[in-house]
């Protein structure tokens, strides 16, 4: 057995040196590895060199020995390094295992620390955030954490102070020990302006602490007290630097070099660089210096101070216009109106560059809205309510409201630009500074009552000089009672004369312009070279009614009320409309309106004893006086009093003198109607006593005579004619059917009463027939509606029936009368054989 051994480990021995190649793990752990090549190079090791170059024919017999010595070394060789890798392999298999098992612990363990470390993370953050059930806990861990950090905060702060405070100390001590300022000097070269001027500050009002005399000691010990200050009072002479003086200087000087970059940073422009140096210059007046600049070297001051002399534009029709009460106002001037059309453009241009260049934009934006409301608004405002003031008070009052209306607009239109804040509308302090400064443009003209006076004194002047010619006519022509309109005149009253008297002087006084003067004068119908003359010639037109008059009346009140619901503060309207309905009321009511009832009261009362017939020419002006009443009440209920509810006092005070106007209008209107009423009755009883006694007992032979009316009846129906036509002409609705209705009543009682006084024939009762006949027939034709009842005059027709019907026909009629029999016997009695048999047995009868 040893020797086959040492044969074999001798073989092995000369294969390895030789021809067997050596192998690994290694070598079959390799990517490249082939199982062919491999088995091929076994082979090729195991052949002998000389058979592989020897020739067929010398070749020796195959010896497989050599190939199957190496083949079963390497199947050995295999077979160990199996069992060498199956060791490995259980190796580490185990040692996976093992650390399988140690990674799941791990995780395990680090899964159960993440689930604590989240359990008191979620307890710390429901501590900080409030929330759990525990509160006491909470709090308690919610304030800790806030003291922390508040403390945190607190510490950088005092070393920030602490830092600000070193370096302080070193600056003071280079300006109070050396009299320099280097190191911020320094800091100002290196573009550090905010900085440099917050600490320049600070040293001032050390400086000003310190040393109030203005030099300072070293170490700012100016006392030198104590035996150590004495001491050194003896032994040196300390340094003195005016340290206050130096630091003013220095601040001078800061300030001026950060307004001329400022300056050079808006020429460029350079809105970053105007913003650091606004910032740096707001320790310098609160930046008042930095604004001021920037405002005052703005185009639109520049070009507006070279414009401030311009004349006011507008050509003179225009201006003529304003003052004209009756043309339609020509609106703002157009120099203001241009002027606040740039403003516009300016103010929401610029508002875009200030928000660039400021970050307390708002400030800036505050000065450059004051200044040109304050300046170019105002200045230009003021020469254009000096002009309208020397043209008259109305063209002032238009101007101003006007102005006011323009301006407005112009402060609405910023609001909702927003300016800085643009789109977004402006923010309530720049809204406020808006509404004051359009408040402050017009706070002179309504200081007081100035503005209602002004209203009240232009309506005054108007309403004097429109009805100048009507109060002198009816102040005038007092003693001539024989026509209507002299009639007018006779009750002129003191109250005109005294108006009359009072515009003339108005007009010779010098507080009026010479335009408005020459305005009044062509309101009153008046030219320039009569204002000189106390007698200014009046014709009856101008005593007339006009309701052309009355509508400017109402015309320049409604304008004038107008006005004042914009111009006025909402509180005062009640008022203001009260003291202006008080001159309409005056001026409509008394001088115009009732001056021409009571006159044409006198004039109808003259006409009732007349021998001649009536003069009814006062009807016609009450068609326009109650058009004219109708206008005033509707005007009060539709338009005044609705403005004054919200003052229920002074509502109940215009209604009652409303109202009482009315009433006395009202009051004399009926009065005027009952008199002319009154005079026409009184002549209809003046043409029946015309009546002869022979028009009722006719001659047999007079058929032409009893063909028609008598000349009585005719009289009268031709004078009731006319009456009813004029009276048609002058009154409208009820008062018409009233006095129609009344007029007809009346001439039914005077025609009745007039035939108990005549003694009638047959043929005369042919003749009263037709007189009844005619008056119904009359009435008929008139405009009573329902105020006349219905059948009214029939009666005349069955009274005129009774003269001619027969005793049988006569028994009919009075049973059929009823109560009125012995009204009707009493006409019975009239006929001529009232007292024959046939007639008497009828009214036995009865």
Not at 228 to 256: C, D, W, Y
Not at 669 to 680: D, M, R, V
Not at 733 to 755: K, M, S, Y
């Amino acid at each position: 057995m040893s020797r086959p051994s040492a044969d074999a480990a001798s073989l092995l021995s000369h294969t390895t040196s030789r021809s067997r190649p050596l192998f690994t793990l290694d070598h079959f752990s390799n990517k490249e590895f082939i199982v062919k090549d491999f088995i091929e190079t076994l082979s090729d090791s195991a052949v002998p060199a000389s058979r592989k170059s020897a020739p067929a024919a010398s070749q020796q017999a195959f010896d497989p020995k050599p190939l199957i010595r190496t083949f079963e070394h390497a199947l050995t060789r295999l077979n160990g390094l199996s069992e060498e890798l199956e060791e490995r392999e259980n190796e580490l298999s185990g040692a996976v295992r093992r650390a399988e098992a140690q990674h799941n612990q791990n995780a395990e363990t680090l899964g159960r620390k993440l689930d604590q470390a989240m359990e008191r993370f979620q307890r710390l953050d429901n501590s900080l955030n409030g929330n759990g059930n525990d509160d006491a806990t909470q709090d308690a861990g919610g304030n800790i954490a806030m003291r922390i950090g508040e403390r945190l905060e607190e510490l950088d702060r005092q070393r920030i102070r602490a830092k600000d405070a070193k370096f302080l100390i070193q600056c003071w001590q280079g300006v109070s020990g050396s009299g320099d300022l280097n190191i911020l000097e320094d800091m100002r070269k290196q573009g550090q302006g905010v900085r440099c001027a917050h600490i320049a500050r600070q040293l001032l009002k050390i400086s000003i602490r310190l040393d109030p005399d203005g030099t300072q000691h070293i170490n700012g010990n100016s006392n030198g007290r104590g035996v150590n200050g004495m001491k050194k009072r003896q032994t040196t002479v300390e340094a003195r630097h005016p340290s206050r003086e130096i630091i003013e200087r220095f601040l001078e000087n800061l300030e001026q070099d950060l307004l001329t970059k400022f300056d050079e940073y808006y020429r460029r422009p350079n809105y970053d660089g105007m913003r650091e140096c606004a910032i740096a210059l707001r320790d310098f007046n609160d930046g008042a210096s930095v604004m001021a600049t920037y405002v005052n070297q703005h185009s639109f001051f520049i070009d507006r101070n070279q414009l401030i002399t311009e004349e006011l534009s507008g050509d003179v029709e225009t201006w003529d216009r304003l003052q004209d009460p009756d043309a339609e106002p020509p609106g703002v001037e157009p120099s203001l109106q241009s002027l606040v059309d740039e403003v516009k453009i300016v103010i929401q241009e610029e508002s875009a560059t200030i928000k660039r260049a400021f970050p307390y934009h708002d400030e800036v934006l505050i000065r450059f809205i004051q200044r040109i409301f304050q300046q170019s608004i105002q200045q230009r405002l003021e020469m254009v309510l000096d002009k309208a003031s020397e043209l008259s008070s109305l063209a002032f009052l238009r101007s101003l409201q006007a102005s006011r209306t323009y301006i407005t607009q112009l402060v609405d239109d910023l609001k909702s630009h927003g300016l800085t804040e643009h789109p977004e509308p402006v923010t309530s302090q720049i809204a406020a500074i808006l509404d004051q400064q359009l408040e402050d443009l017009f706070v002179p003209y309504f200081v007081g009552s100035s503005y209602i006076e002004r209203e009240k004194k232009n309506l005054e002047e108007l309403y004097s000089s429109l009805l100048l010619k009507f109060t002198i006519y009816h102040s005038r022509r007092r003693k001539m009672p024989t026509t209507y309109f002299a009639s007018l005149a006779q009750r002129g009253k003191e109250l005109a004369a005294s108006a009359r008297d009072a515009y003339m002087d108005r007009l010779d006084g010098t507080d009026l312009p010479a335009t408005q003067k020459a305005m009044l004068l062509r309101i009153a119908g008046l030219k320039e070279d009569q204002s000189e003359k106390k007698d200014i010639e009046v014709t009856d037109e101008d005593g007339r009614l006009s309701l052309s008059t009355a509508k400017r009346m109402l015309k320049w009140l409604a304008e004038g009320v107008g006005r004042g619901l914009e111009l006025s503060p909402g509180n005062e309207t009640p008022k203001d409309v009260q003291n202006l309905l008080n001159l309409l009321l005056t001026h409509m009511g008394e001088i115009y309106l009732e001056t021409a009832l009571d006159a044409a009261s006198d004039h109808a009362s003259s006409q009732e004893t007349l021998k001649t017939p009536p003069d009814l020419t006062h009807l016609p002006s009450l068609h326009t006086l109650t058009t004219i009443l109708h206008l005033l009440q509707q005007t009060t209920t539709t338009i005044l009093l609705p403005l004054c509810t919200p003052n229920l006092t002074i509502r109940r005070e215009i209604e009652k003198s409303t109202s009482s106007t009315l009433i006395t209008l009202e009051s004399k209107l009926s009065n005027i109607i009952n008199l002319t009423l009154t005079a026409t009755l009184n002549w209809v009883s003046k043409c029946l006593l015309q009546q002869r006694k022979t028009d009722f007992r006719p001659k047999d032979e007079d058929e032409a005579y009893m063909a028609s009316e008598t000349p009585a009846c005719q009289a009268v129906t031709q004078f009731l004619q006319r009456v009813a036509g004029q009276s048609t002409a002058a009154l409208d609705g009820r008062n018409l059917h009233l006095f129609l209705a009344e007029l007809a009543r009346g001439l039914r009682t005077l025609v009745l009463d007039h035939l108990r006084k005549f003694s009638v024939s047959l043929t005369g009762g042919l003749v009263i027939s037709k007189d009844m006949a005619k008056y119904a027939e009359l009435v008929r034709g008139w405009p009573t509606g329902d105020e006349l009842e219905p059948g009214a005059m029939d009666v005349l027709v069955e009274v005129g029936h009774l003269f001619v019907i027969g005793s049988e026909a006569l028994r009919e009629r009075l049973r059929a009368a009823g109560g009125d029999v012995n009204e009707l016997k009493g006409f019975i009695m009239k006929r001529e054989d009232a007292q024959s048999v046939g007639v008497q047995a009828v009214l036995n009868a009865i």
